[in-house]
C-alpha cells in the first residue's frame, strides 16, 4: 500500500458502522410511512420535516457506501492492482448486491414470461435504485484506482467528480435517455418516477464519501477538523434551504427538491454534519447497547435492506405489507409497525452476523444455495 495513506485505527471505524446502521433503521420507517400511513396524513408541519429527514437516508446510505470502499482502498489496494483475492471477492460482492437490485424489483418468477414482456413491461424491473447506483459508483471508483497508481491523488479526483457529477444532473436528467437508450441502460439516467435513484445526481454522494473520508483520515486534529466540518455542513445545509426560493430554476430544474445541484448539496452538508458529529461523540455511545445496535445495523445493513423492502413492499416470492395493510395506519400504528420491524430486522441481523463470524465458508455456502435455487425456479417454472 501507498505509504502516503495513513491506514486508520480499527476502533475508529465504529462511527461509520453506526451511521450506516442509524441510515438502514430510519429507511425502515421512510418506507413504512410511504406503504402503510393513511396518506390524509401525509401533510403539515410534522409530516414535512419527517419528510425532509427521510430525504436523508439514502444519501447517508451511498455515502457511507463511498466510505466502505475508501477505507477497503486504504488496505488493499495493492491487492486490487495485483489482482489478487480481495479484488475477486471485492468484485464478487459487487455483482451479488446489483443483482439483488434487480431480484428486489422482479416481476415473474418465470423466464419464460419475462421474456415475453416488452421493454415498456420490463422498466421497472431496470429501474435504478440505491443498490445500482453504488455498485455502478463502486466500479468506477475502482477503475479510477487502476489507472491513477498514486493513492495521494485519488480523493482529489473523487471529489471532482462528485462536483461535476453535482452541475451535470440537470442536463443529465433533461435529456430523456429513455426515448433513445435501452430500458436497462435508459433508467441509469432518469429521474422519478422511473428511477428514483439515478446516477445523476446519486452517484455524487458515493465520491463525496470517498473523498471526505480520505480527507478526514489525513489529517492530524480529526477533533478539531469534524467541530469545523459539522459547523459548516450544518451552515450550508440551512443557507441553502433558507434561500431555496431564491435559487429555484437555477439551471432549467423547476423543482428544487428534483435533481438541482443546490438541493443535493443541502444533503451533502447535513450528511458530512452527521458524520462529523458521530465521530465527535463516539465515545459516549460505543460502549452503549445503542450503539453495539447501531454497528451490527451497519454491518449488516444489506441483509436489513433487502429483509425489510420484501417485508414492507412484497417480492417476486412473498406479498409485503403495503398488499396486506395498505395505506390504513394512524401515527400510532406506523410507529409500531416501524418500531416492530426495526427490533425484528436487529435480532435477525445479529444471528446473522454472529452466524457468518462463526462460519464465514458456510454462511457463503447458505447465500449460494439459495441464489441456485432461486436460478432454477426462475428458469424451469413456466407460470410464475
Known sequence: MSEEIAQPKKHRLIFIDVMRGLAVLWMIETHVVDANMFNYLKHGFFYTWLNISNGFIAVGFIFCAGCGFWLAAMRKSDDYRSFKKPLWVYLRRL??????????????????????YSPAELVSMFQCDVLHTIVIASVFALILLFVIRNNKYLPYIYLALAVIIIFISPPIRQMNSMSFMPPWLGTYFVGPPISKFPLFPWAAY??????????FYNVEDRRKFSIIVAISGFSVAAI???TRHITEGFMGVADWWQGSPQHTLFRLGGTVMTFSLLYLFENYYKN??????????????????????MVVYGSVVNLGLKQFVGNNLD???????????????YWLAF??????????????????????????????????
Open 95 to 116: 455483482g451479488f448486491v446489483i443483482l439483488m437490485g434487480y431480484w428486489l424489483h422482479i416481476p415473474n418468477l418465470s423466464l419464460q414470461r419475462l421474456l415475453s
Open 206 to 215: 458515493f465520491f463525496a464519501g470517498a473523498a471526505f473520508t480520505a480527507l
Open 240 to 242: 441553502l434551504f433558507a
Open 288 to 309: 452503549r447497547k445503542i450503539g453495539d445496535v447501531l454497528r451490527v445495523c451497519g454491518q449488516e445493513s444489506l441483509f436489513i435492506y433487502i429483509f425489510h423492502l
Open 331 to 345: 401515527y400510532y400504528g406506523t410507529f409500531l409497525v416501524t418500531l416492530t420491524l426495526c427490533v425484528a430486522n
Open 351 to 384: 444471528i446473522w452476523n454472529g452466524f457468518k463470524s462463526r462460519s464465514p465458508e458456510l454462511s457463503f455456502r447458505v447465500i449460494l444455495s439459495l441464489s441456485l435455487l432461486f436460478l432454477v425456479v426462475l428458469i424451469f417454472n413456466p407460470f410464475g
